[in-house]
């Protein structure tokens, strides 16, 4: 490949990681706060999937007119915050509190997956960019495997809120 691009991969990934780490934390942080059942864990679950479909057209528009980096930096940041808003929400038991900041994290994760892929072509010659596609996807699918294992040890061992606090923040791309 003609640039380095495991930057990016990580970065990538770490949104993901961040996103699927939330998505298997919240059934057990309602079910454990004593709140959740299968009306408020469908609606937590809802809310954060839900930022895909709300986020991906307008993030979409802003990733076409404004430099990946800036997109990037901007869309971890707000994950970011909202990742501490969630894990504040998580450890206080404020499941409907949570549901607006896992929603927020995931406009963030919309919107540096978009930039991320509109990045990918830049990168690498034409010939490249399936190998390249390929291992964002390989990283994407490891962090799906890996967060419903790990949110279940850290709701064994300690809290899934832990889960919120965990979520990785990769530096931005590029550095």
């Known amino acids: 490949m003609s640039r380095p691009i495991a930057p990016l991969i990580a970065t990538s990934a770490g949104a993901h990681a961040a996103d699927q780490l939330a998505l298997a934390a919240l059934p057990l942080t309602a079910v454990l706060a004593g709140e959740g059942g299968p009306g408020m864990v469908g609606a937590l679950v809802a809310a954060q999937s839900a930022a895909w479909l709300v986020a991906t057209l307008p993030a979409g528009v802003i990733v076409d007119r404004q430099p990946a980096r800036r997109v ?3 869309a971890q940041a707000l994950a970011a915050l909202a990742l501490g808003a969630a894990a504040i929400a998580a450890f206080a038991g ?16 919309v919107a540096l997956t978009l ?7 830049r990168l690498v010659a034409a010939g490249d960019l399936p190998r390249l596609n390929a291992r964002l996807e390989l990283a994407r699918a490891v962090v799906t495997l890996a967060a419903p294992a790990i949110a279940g040890a850290l709701a064994a061992h300690l809290s899934p809120a832990w889960a919120y606090v965990l979520a990785p923040s990769p530096p931005p791309w590029p550095p």
């Open 94 to 109: 404020a499941l409907p509190a949570l549901g607006v900041a896992v929603f927020v994290t995931g406009i963030g994760v």
């Open 72 to 74: 990037i930096v901007a």
């Open 115 to 121: 930039a991320a892929n509109a990045a990918a072509p």
